[in-house]
């Protein structure tokens, strides 16, 4: 934080957030206002004000197109993929910061390597493994997928957290009787709580909108996630702009609520996971 | 474009008669490729799925999917007998030797046109020719409200109405024997004029050159194009949506040029896997759905002319103007992207939409007609030369 | 668990030692071993199999595969739409980049700032980032439409009595994918950056402003020194995900028109469409290098110990 500031830095300050809170917050105000006009009215009669509004969007996605359904299926997708990826990715993290092995520097890299590749040139493999496995068209084969893309960010993320924490604290544990586990689960992770909040905020977000893995390896309609959700709303060439509007909103609200819950941590998060890196 | 239904729910029916239990998946026809390829890598293909003609060409050369002459010939003879479009799209020897789906619907494009504008600007009759449509569309266009040609240049298959164009004006992609290309050609250049000249006349909707599968549909149903080029759905939208609009429109069968008029009918088709371990069933299923209550019914609710002589006989032909637009093309209709070969390499140029992107060169890049040729002929070669 | 106990006693005769333990070995592995086993399986395996299958005329489906060597390459390389999109990507992520360091840098160091309504605005500014990247995509999109049902050219037309082909035109498509692509990235930027100002100690600030500095010296030398390495990680990854994005041109241009828009994944996944699963996999493997120079330097710097 830094020091106070004169009249015209003040003006400047605030000059800048609001032409920021207006770039940020039209395009929103926009899809909100789109949600509540009929389709007719949002080709017909053009405007940036509410025309006629109706919740008429909102009860179609709910009673017609069940959203509800979807809705429920990525919370179980996205919070499945969260629990199993911070979990596994903790273990993973501390052990690639704290301990000295052969193949560490080797696991580090290759755990980095596979973030960084693109997922277009690997769905179609994946497809045949996650068919192999018998796991095609399942909310598990779904959550075992997005490990590609979870676990290699949650680890880094948890290993800047990590770092973070000066290790005369296990030392300390392990002199009072703490085993190397111990250590870990009793101080480091208590400790760690809004790197980990911060890691399954990220995480449960990548899953809560990923599109192209979910669209593929999802086709039981009872099975699918919001964004192949949306993507059926535009069915071949009726793209229902009101409709699509309105499960934007819907799809985005759980996020939006969980980000401003979890800024504080966020933040953190990021921090750690950058500075300490 | 129109959503495929990958399987109809009716088929629930057969599977409680048959005591089978029926899985129905619907996908949309947007993602099918995608999906299937997933699919097939993966070896966990659906027993039985619909698909269009191009995809059967492809998934027939691998033998991916299982021969069904014997059961398209049971089928014909059950009810009536085959279209003779049906019979001309459906030849084996087009997909080398042996048929690999059963034919059930029949798509195409109508001009839609608004004959409330029209009229008044002096047009009573829908034009016969393309060049009669630029007549019509110069007196109609009134921009920045009402632009005449609702037809996409863009990255999409609806924008493949250009190929028609093309041919109407005598113009080919490809020779006989769908080995060379020949877009570097007269015809085509009359073509370009025609395309060229009605857009510098501000004729094309702004946004033509990218629309998605939807930019037809969204001009048309803001009320902000006069023709558009559409296989049914818009007609069914705006009957609901926006009755004022539907009053006020027409259809009729595309127009054509100086050398040819094609109204080109896309077959699609139901096909069973080779993976699948219930063969016998999937047939059974297939040839129930080929029934002709459950047809009736089915064309009812969807956008699709018939394939079997019985399947006229359904009262949406006769109910709905759309729907006996819809028959009229599947009698008097030509096979899609005749008179070309309708071969592999003609469907790699299409999915690249290379003449779409002719236009574009010439519209969107400012390139001249030339130079735009010359580039798309040796683009289209070069696709050709892989499939020798 | 025979391990941990070990260790234990060993804890608790002496100072303990953290390198080269035989348990701490086995421990680092095994506690590795899950995310390592997925990840082989998920992407090591794959990626391998998708390399290959770029250097074979594989189609979807197909019974036999043939070995083709560079063939796939050399015609992907010789299509135009393969030289512009090497180029518009090249373009747009550096055009982009750019704009999300200099405005994130600023907007972080506003936010820094002891001004009223701090967390509304930090909060505010994760909202785009909290969109899904397809709804705000095809939200962008319905706000750039050509017709006065765009909110921009209604207001153009309302106006100007004019309307701006933001999407359809050559001039234009490329800036308008950059500035709908920099709205739902550059959140990531501004809380990174301000997540690293905040841990610059007060007093460095305090001690240069009693010098008289003025604050484009305080953010030159105190600021910009302090969160460099963060700059450069936050650069790097987001240059990796921006390369590899999709979402925005395919949903807002398909790559279009003419070519204008197109980019690597776009032009992979059209690749595709064909079921030329081998030329498909050449587009995206012929990006590879870049990435690996990328992903190298990346990894390096996240993985250097402190």
Redesign the interface.
């Known amino acids: 934080m830094a020091t106070r500031l004169s009249l015209i830095q003040k003006i400047i300050a605030y000059g800048s957030l609001a032409a920021l809170a207006l770039f940020i917050l039209f395009p929103v105000y926009f899809m909100a206002i789109t949600s509540l006009k009929t389709v007719r009215d949002i080709y017909r009669l053009p405007s940036l004000l509410p025309v006629n509004p109706t919740l008429i969007n909102y009860e179609q996605l709910i009673g017609t197109w069940k959203f509800l359904d979807a809705i429920r299926n990525s919370l179980i997708v996205a919070s499945a993929t969260t629990l199993v990826s911070v979990f596994i990715s903790a273990l993973a993290a501390y052990s690639l910061v704290r301990l000295r092995y052969k193949f560490r520097n080797w696991a580090g890299r290759l755990i980095m390597f596979s973030y960084l590749t693109p997922s277009s040139l690997l769905f179609i493999p994946l497809a045949v493994i996650v068919a192999q496995l018998g796991i095609s068209n399942t909310h598990q084969g779904l959550i075992f997928v997005y490990l590609t893309f979870s676990a290699p960010l949650s680890t880094w993320l948890l290993m800047g957290y990590f770092r973070g924490i000066p290790v005369d604290y296990d030392e300390q544990a392990m002199v009072d009787g703490c085993t190397r586990l111990g250590a870990f689960f009793r101080v480091v992770l208590p400790l760690s709580v809004p790197g980990l909040i911060a890691c399954s905020v990220f995480t449960f977000t990548g899953a809560w909108n990923e599109l192209l893995l979910s669209l593929i390896f999802i086709t039981d309609p009872a099975l699918r996630t919001v964004p192949v959700a949306v993507s059926y709303l535009i069915t071949g060439d009726t793209v229902r702009m009101g409709l699509i509007m309105a499960a934007s909103i819907v799809s985005a609200l759980p996020i939006m609520i969980l980000y401003f819950i979890a800024q504080r941590f966020v933040v953190q998060g990021l921090g750690a996971g950058g500075v300490k890196a | 474009?129109?959503?495929?239904p990958c399987k109809r729910p009716e088929s629930k029916e057969w599977g409680k008669a048959k005591n089978v239990n029926v899985?129905v998946?619907?996908?949309?026809?947007?993602?099918t490729?995608?999906?299937?390829?997933?699919?097939?890598?993966?070896?966990?293909m659906p027993d039985a799925f619909d698909l269009g003609r191009d995809f059967m060409l492809?998934?027939a050369?691998?033998?991916?999917i299982e021969p069904v002459d014997d059961l398209y010939k049971t089928i014909g003879d059950a009810h009536g007998g085959w279209l003779d479009s049906t019979n001309k799209g459906s030849n084996p020897k087009d997909f080398g030797g042996k048929l690999y789906g059963i034919p059930f619907g029949q798509s195409g494009n109508l001009l839609n046109r608004r004959d409330d504008v029209l009229s008044k600007a002096g047009y009573k009759d829908a034009p016969k020719t393309w060049a009669e449509l630029l007549e019509q569309a110069k007196k109609a266009n009134a921009p920045?409200k009402l632009f005449s040609m609702g037809f996409a240049l863009?990255?999409?298959g609806?924008a493949n109405v250009q190929n028609e164009v093309l041919r109407g004006y005598g113009g080919r992609i490809a020779d006989d024997a769908g080995k060379k290309c020949t877009i570097d050609s007269p015809e085509t250049r009359e073509y370009m004029k025609w395309v060229t000249d009605a857009f510098a006349a501000g004729l094309f909707?702004?946004?033509?050159?990218?629309?998605?599968?939807?930019g037809?549909?969204?001009?048309y149903?803001?009320?902000?194009a006069v023709f558009i080029a559409?296989p049914g759905?818009v007609y069914l939208?705006i009957l609901k949506?926006?009755p004022e609009l539907a009053k006020g429109s027409k259809y009729s069968a595309l127009p054509g040029g100086p050398k040819l008029r094609t109204a080109p009918t896309g077959l699609n088709f139901r096909a069973i896997s080779a993976s699948s371990k219930v063969k016998d069933l999937a047939k059974d299923l297939l040839a129930f759905m080929s029934d002709d209550k459950y047809l009736s019914d089915y064309y009812g609710k969807a956008i699709y002319g018939p394939v079997l002589k019985n399947g006229m006989n359904a009262p949406i032909f006769k109910e709905s103007v759309l729907h006996a637009g819809l028959l009229d093309l599947a009698l008097n209709g030509t096979p899609a992207n005749f008179p070309d070969t309708d071969n592999l390499a003609l469907?790699?140029y299409n999915?690249?939409f290379l003449t779409p992107?002719m236009v574009?060169?010439v519209v969107?890049?400012k390139k001249s007609v030339e130079d735009a040729i010359k580039?798309t002929q040796a683009?289209c070669q070069?696709i050709y030369d892989?499939y020798k | 668990m025979a391990q941990s106990t070990s260790s234990r006693s060993l804890a608790g005769l002496k100072a303990p030692r953290f390198s080269l333990g035989k348990t701490d070995a086995a421990l680092g592995m095994g506690l590795v071993a899950p995310v390592l086993i997925c990840l082989m399986t998920l992407v090591v395996y794959p990626f391998i199999f998708a390399v290959y299958i770029s250097f074979t005329d594989r189609t979807v489906g197909a019974q036999v595969v043939n070995f083709v060597g560079f063939d796939n390459f050399r015609y992907i390389f010789g299509t135009q739409g393969f030289q512009e999109s090497v180029r518009n990507t090249l373009v747009m992520v550096f055009v982009l980049q750019s704009m999300k360091l200099v405005l994130g840098l600023g907007i972080a160091s506003v936010l820094n700032q002891a001004i009223r309504g701090r967390t509304v605005f930090r909060g505010l500014t994760l909202l785009p980032w909290a969109m899904p990247a397809f709804v705000a995509y095809l939200l962008w999109k319905y706000m750039f439409d050509p017709t006065q049902a765009g909110a921009f050219n209604m207001i153009l037309i309302d106006v100007f009595g004019t309307q701006l082909d933001f999407l359809s035109s050559r001039e234009l498509a490329m800036p308008s994918v950059i500035i709908a692509s920099f709205w739902r990235g550059f959140p990531f930027w501004v809380i990174s950056f301000l997540a690293a100002m905040q841990n610059i100690s007060p007093e460095l600030y305090e001690a240069a402003a009693i010098d008289g500095a003025s604050a484009w010296k305080r953010f030159r030398h105190i600021t910009l020194p302090s969160i460099q390495h963060v700059i450069l990680v936050v650069t790097l990854l987001s240059t990796i995900w921006t390369t590899n994005s999709f979402e925005n041109v395919w949903l807002m241009t398909g790559g279009g028109p003419s070519n204008a828009t197109m980019t690597f994944p776009v032009l992979a996944y059209y690749g595709l469409q064909t079921l030329r699963l081998g030329e498909a996999s050449a587009v995206s493997v012929s990006m590879l290098p870049i990435f690996a120079i990328l992903a190298f330097v990346v990894v390096n710097l996240l993985l250097k110990e402190d």
Request: zero cysteines.
């Open positions: 474009m129109k959503p495929t899985t998946v619907m996908i949309n026809q947007n993602e490729v995608a999906k299937v390829s997933a699919a097939i890598e993966a070896g966990n492809q998934l050369k691998n033998a991916r920045p863009s990255n999409v609806d909707p702004p946004g033509a050159t990218t629309w998605d599968g939807a037809d549909n969204n001009a149903q803001s009320g902000q559409n759905s939208n949506a926006d469907a790699e999915t690249n992107k574009q060169k969107v890049d580039e683009a070069a892989k």
